[in-house]
């Protein structure tokens, strides 16, 4: 395997000596933790759906149904009680509130990517159609401001507004960028800054509006900014060394679908110096999305270095989120937002 070159001033240096920690770790048990707030929480996200349109709560229903981890919502109540160890419904309710945000982006990312299957089950856009989809994703969006509204804080509205202008801003820098093998991993960075790493941000930065622990304000942003770019990070990188199963999608799905993702971006970096027939193989898969021979690509961007330079910079993320939890209270819930850290890393093993 080729080693990655030493990056240019302009990239972020990663760290080499950088190791998973060997621990069993399980998301149940993280989530046990909060047990009976989660619970709660998870009906809301249900009971929050008001719509006089039926179509509109059939479509929200079966998009929310399709249920996923809540990792989001799960942070919150984690900060929440990292804050003062009691229940709020205030943290329950705004739990709820991210998960629907966070369910309106993926159900315009199925859309966006004319993809049939979500987690094992149709997507919205298969299951109706993309006008449909499109436009329940616009009401969650719309419903969730609607019961931001009901706390009456003017900065915890700013931060969600804010930071729902900066995913949407992320997802159309996405398709600027799409089957351009010219992507730089600047271009990537501002990228998963707004679609991925921005929610988990404003899931953690808004427990400190609402708790009024401005002193947490610093490290639960930066917590939730790191985390979630490491969470985005590994992904990607998944899609070239996953197991499509688990995964639920294809490996080399995204680079059939042109996206600007790190492993790609820094594979062309490497062989751009190196090989010049591989780095035309592989930008011309980049600008076509032509990849009928996906396993010999996926095994060029594998033996290029890529793949190693990418899994050091999700743990160099990594530590600067755990960093940021350093910086807060050492009780059970700290735990269990470092535990949540480690058990990301611990698919890159």
């Known amino acids: 395997m080729t080693t990655p070159n030493t990056p240019s001033s302009t990239d972020t240096p990663i760290v080499k000596d950088q190791t998973i920690k060997d621990e069993t770790l399980d998301y149940a048990d993280i989530q046990q933790i909060i047990a009976d707030d989660f619970a709660i929480m998870d009906k809301q996200v249900f009971g929050s759906l008001n719509s006089k349109v039926q179509l509109v709560m059939n479509v929200s229903q079966h998009v929310i ?5 809540r990792m989001r919502p799960l942070i919150t109540l984690l900060c929440s009680r990292l804050c003062k160890d009691e229940q709020s419904k205030d943290a329950m309710h705004l739990a709820a509130i991210t998960e629907m945000l966070h369910t309106a982006t993926l159900v315009h990312d199925d859309v966006i990517d004319e993809s049939g299957m979500r987690r094992g089950r149709p997507t919205a856009n298969a299951t109706w159609d993309n006008p449909t989809a499109v436009l329940v994703g616009d009401y969650l969006i719309a419903r969730a401001f609607n019961l931001l509204v009901g706390f009456q804080s003017l900065p915890l509205l700013q931060l969600f507004s804010d930071g729902t202008c900066d995913i949407a801003e992320g997802e159309v820098l996405q398709l600027q960028h799409q089957h351009n093998p010219e992507a730089t991993e600047t271009d990537y960075m501002n990228i998963i800054d707004g679609k991925t790493s921005r929610l988990f ?44 199963e688990v995964m639920g999608k294809n490996l080399g799905d995204d680079l059939a679908e042109g996206k600007p993702t790190l492993p790609t971006i820094v594979a062309l970096r490497l062989l751009k110096q190196s090989n010049a027939a591989d780095y035309d193989k592989l930008r011309i898969a980049v600008q076509t999305g032509k990849v009928e021979d996906a396993a010999s690509l996926i095994k060029l961007v594998q033996d290029s ?23 807060l209270p050492d009780n059970e819930y700290r735990k269990g937002l470092w535990q949540l850290t480690q058990l990301a890393s611990s698919r890159l093993a």
Do not use: W
Not at 65 to 69: E, F, Q
Not at 234 to 244: E, N, R
Not at 307 to 316: F, G, M, S, T
């Open 305 to 327: 270095g890529a793949l190693e330079y990418c899994r050091n910079r999700a743990l160099e993320e990594t530590r600067l989120a755990q960093q940021a939890l350093a910086q």
């Open 201 to 244: 941000m404003m899931a953690t930065a808004g427990v400190a509006i609402l708790q009024d622990k401005p002193e947490f304000m610093q490290p639960f942003s930066d917590f939730g900014q790191h985390f979630g770019n490491a969470f985005q990070i590994i992904d990607d990188v998944l899609d070239y060394s996953g197991d499509s």
């Open 65 to 69: 149904n399709a249920g996923g981890k």
